[in-house]
């Protein structure tokens, strides 16, 4: 009886490139000098490839992502089993929208590039999230909550492949949840844009017409992501090993390390090197969320193309 292929190497072309045939039989090559391949696979002809295998993940996930290193292609290796996940876990700001809604609030308020630099530095995991939070939240006091309707009609907008991501996942049996450090303002209209079924996030205090420079407790962040993904899995009877979650920032950390398939999305350094998988290296701009899809092995022919 042939051993088992435990393991599938999966590349996954930018959002400006294209896989080709040389690019297959180099990846295949890879293995071959490295683990026992099978057949190729391409979930979506010239941008998404499987090859399964047996061998050792990491040595062949150094080899693969050396031999295509400054391609314009993500290098992730997975278990073979148990690939398409019951439940979605998803960060809000730069993961399913391309903006930070803090920041943006800032620069209504007209200090985007100071309350962006503690944003930054709490996303590289450099300084607490909640002591940032309630920094950045002190310096917008006295915003107009215009400034929020303006954010979200003029900054809001879902990254491409958001809709598709989460009709199929959906119309799969997935529960999908997002969690964000983010506000509920915004993540309840996100979450109705982009179909999640659930959205959790912190709440702005405001005095009927502005800003006092308050957030409401308790703070919903790293610690609080994770009781969110352990939680709603128990929930719904589901284990961590049937839940995908993904993310960019250290707030994003503990689940995307728990979760059976934790991904980082353009993320900060801490992230991406403490994630199974990675949507990083493909492109300087932010890739299509379908590439979560085929992480998962779905076909391209099984996606749904929502609108």
């Not at 303006?150 to 879902?158: G, I, Q």
Request: glycine content about 10%; aromatic content about 6%; some cysteine.
């Amino acid at each position: 009886m042939p051993a088992p292929l435990s393991y599938v190497l999966n590349v996954i072309a930018g959002p400006f490139a294209q896989l080709a045939a040389h690019d297959a039989a180099g990846a295949l090559t890879v293995l071959r000098e490295n683990a026992q391949p099978g057949d190729p696979s391409w979930l979506a002809e010239g941008k998404a490839l499987d090859i399964p295998f047996k061998g050792d993940p990491k040595k062949v996930r150094l080899a693969a992502r050396a031999a295509f290193h400054g391609q314009p292609f993500d290098i992730n290796v997975l278990p073979s089993g148990n690939r398409r996940k019951r439940m979605l876990v998803a960060d809000m700001d730069s993961t399913i929208i391309g903006c930070e809604c803090l920041d943006e609030l800032a620069d209504m308020a007209g200090i985007k590039d100071k309350v962006a630099a503690i944003t930054e530095r709490a996303m590289r995991g450099e300084i607490d999230f909640e002591s940032a939070l309630r920094e950045r939240v002190s310096l917008i006091k006295g915003l107009s909550l215009h400034a929020l309707a303006r954010v979200y009609a003029e900054r809001v907008r879902l990254n491409p492949g958001a809709k598709a991501l989460l009709a199929t996942m959906r119309a799969n049996g997935c529960y999908t949840l997002l969690v964000s450090g983010g506000f509920t303002y915004f993540t309840s209209r996100v979450a109705a844009d982009a179909g999640f079924d659930e959205n959790r996030g912190n709440t702005l205090l405001d005095d009927g017409t502005s800003l006092t420079g308050q957030v409401g407790d308790p703070i919903l962040g790293r610690e609080a992501k994770l009781t969110a993904l352990i939680k709603t899995a128990g929930a719904r009877k589901l284990a961590l090993a049937d839940t995908l979650a993904v993310g960019d920032g250290a707030n994003d950390l503990d689940m995307v390390q728990r979760a059976g398939l934790g991904v980082a999305y353009h993320a900060k350094p801490v992230v991406a090197e403490a994630a199974e998988a990675a949507l990083n290296g493909a492109t300087v701009t932010h890739g299509d969320l379908t590439a979560l899809l085929y992480l998962q092995g779905y076909r391209a022919a099984q996606i749904t193309n929502a609108v």
